[in-house]
């Protein structure tokens, strides 16, 4: 299997398991593999349907299949932990290999850095494979070459989606419209790198404004090819292939 | 070294109180129950209601620290006015009260004075009464403020610091790590957004946070807006002493309990031997794009403190951060 082969089918597998232990109204909308700014790397698992409790009750049953995704993925996390919402959902299980600096910030207060914020478990970890960090690297230098900016790239990420959708998102901060076609074009040939064969290269920016939040390609699947031919205010399509 | 009086953030879960409590500061400040009014920041996972806060203060005041609810909304869309609205307000400052809670930070004038009159509880005007005269310090000193919170915007104008101090009896705040731009044009908006999208419904839900995209955009395209933003260095609490500020507030209370312990531990050292970004209260983005050597900025407050603020004349700023400002520290793997 491929990259992004393997992204699906843990998606699928990780949903499986959840349905297995909470029911049918549990699902996994989405599981993207990431590469930070600051240097963190890691896989984050976007489930509906479940709360902190059964995640703290059951982790021993969720954890192997998610620990195995990751491995999957050449990530060796040093952490594990949920992003709560004030209705107690879960509305993000991360698996992350921390930089320095956010190895600090999330230290601490027994576990619960922020209110919305549970340390489930820590592993020795740390040894990642850096090939998603590098490619993020490589296209923020682009993107700054193009533009003559020092453009941040927050971050990158591949995703698999429930729909079948694949494909990155790449999250900008102090980014214009200039360039942004040759940039997409750029991005193209990373996903082509990570076997993603796309369909769509777009950008999204805040309606009415200069300003790109994020850039974009992606495998489209049959509904959201219907969807995007449609497109919301703030999406700017690049190009259809 | 004088003993400061320090108000610290507090996340609002009992794991980062217990954190905070552990510096001794003269009071600790949360967000209020956004079902009832919201506040200045946005709210991170489930916020604290009444009993909550009640629990907190029992641990809250053994420690002999007090306790300040921040209701500092920009905005109430007038329904404070109301039959409905007063007796809402009413009954949740009751509450408060009855909880055991010792002050309010409030911006709108109204409450200022509802709270005088009506309770015991001490009132702190919040910054985003954006008092930055001596005559807005006075109207709200006659009004009922027992504490002000200066306008960040003057934090480096010593001469007009100088004559609020002198024209009012009450506290004076100063906010040390904001990070926010300096004469921000996105703060009225930006405030009066958060109140709707962070207080009660019903909520707007925005695509996207427009202000503060583009406050981080112009940052990441002109990084001397970082060095003109009013943070208050650890190193210069003193100056602000001297002219008589009573109270240090610091912000953060949306991050980490580990970023807290840090940029605390700076602020009560009065010391800080690395990146400035560490201890302002800003996005990651940020924090982690840009690298100012703290100990290169002493002596600029100085310049600051006489600075008329036209920059085009000056160009100090602009100088300085082609000296100290380096965005070479971006990751590189």
Not at chain 2, 45 to 73: C, F, M, Y
Not at chain 2, 167 to 179: A, I, R, T, Y
Not at chain 2, 201 to 226: F, G, I, T
Request: glycine share 8%.
């Amino acid at each position: 299997m491929n990259y992004t082969e393997i992204l699906s089918s843990d998606r699928a597998k990780i949903e499986k398991r959840l349905r297995d232990l909470f029911g049918f109204n549990v699902s996994v909308f989405q599981l993207s593999n990431y590469a930070l700014g600051c240097g963190c790397t890691g896989l984050t698992v976007s489930p509906t349907g479940i709360n902190i409790d059964d995640l703290e009750v059951f982790k021993d049953h969720i954890f192997p299949t998610v620990i195995e995704s990751a491995h999957d993925l050449l990530l060796d996390p040093t952490i594990a932990y949920a992003i709560v919402g004030g209705d107690a959902g879960v509305s993000a299980l991360h698996l992350a290999d921390y930089c320095d600096r956010c190895a600090v910030e999330y230290g601490g207060a027994d576990g619960r850095p922020r209110p919305d914020t549970y340390v489930i478990a820590n592993f020795e970890g740390g040894k990642s494979d850096k090939h998603l960090s590098n490619l993020r690297s490589r296209f923020e230098n682009l993107i700054r070459e193009r533009t003559g900016i020092p453009v941040y790239l927050l971050e990158m990420g591949v995703f698999a989606l429930r729909c079948g959708c694949i494909g990155i998102s790449t999250f900008t901060r102090g980014m214009r419209r200039d360039g942004l076609d040759e940039l997409l074009n750029k991005l193209d040939k990373i996903a082509e790198e990570l076997s993603i064969d796309s369909d769509l290269l777009y950008a999204t920016i805040i309606p009415g404004t200069i300003e790109v939040m994020t850039l974009n390609v992606k495998h489209l699947c049959e509904d959201c090819r219907k969807r995007y031919r449609n497109p919301r205010s703030d999406i700017y399509i690049s190009r259809w292939k | 070294m004088t003993k400061v009086k320090f108000s610290l953030p507090h996340p609002g879960h009992i794991e980062g109180l217990k954190e905070i409590l552990k510096y001794k500061p003269y009071e600790i400040y949360m967000g209020g129950s956004p079902e009832f009014i919201g506040t200045g920041r946005g709210n991170v996972g489930v916020t604290p209601s009444v009993e909550d806060v009640r629990d907190q203060i029992k641990i809250i005041h053994k420690k002999s620290v007090k306790l300040n609810i921040a209701i500092n909304s920009s905005c109430l869309r007038g329904w404070h006015l109301t039959q409905e609205g007063y007796n809402t307000y009413h009954w949740y400052l009751s509450a408060l009260e009855d909880a055991g809670v010792d002050a309010l930070t409030v911006a709108d004038p109204y409450l200022v004075e509802l709270a005088k009159q009506e309770f015991r509880m001490k009132v702190t005007v919040s910054c985003i009464a954006f008092v930055n005269t001596p005559e807005k310090a006075i109207f709200f000193e006659e009004l009922g403020a027992d504490a002000i919170a200066i306008d960040p915007n003057i934090n480096r104008d010593f001469e007009v610091l100088e004559g609020i101090r002198a024209s009012v009896g009450c506290d004076l705040k100063v906010l040390v790590n904001e990070g926010c731009l300096y004469q921000c044009p996105f703060r009225y908006a930006h405030f009066n957004m958060i109140s709707h999208v962070h207080g009660p419904e019903p909520r707007a839900h925005p695509l996207y946070d427009y202000y503060s995209n583009k406050c981080l955009a112009l940052r990441v395209r002109n990084p001397e807006l970082l060095i003109k933003s009013p943070w208050i260095r650890p190193e210069d609490i003193e100056a602000y002493e001297k002219i008589g500020i009573d109270i240090f507030k610091l912000c953060g209370r949306t991050q980490t309990a580990g970023w807290l312990n840090n940029a605390i531990s700076a602020y009560i050292n009065r010391s800080y031997d690395g990146n400035l970004m560490d201890l302002l209260d800003a996005p990651r983005e940020i924090k982690n794009l840009f690298y100012i050597q703290n100990r290169e900025l002493e002596g600029a407050l100085d310049r600051w403190k006489v600075c008329n603020k036209i920059c085009k004349e000056c160009e100090f700023c602009r100088r300085l951060t082609e000296r100290v400002v380096n965005t070479s520290m971006v990751v590189e793997i």
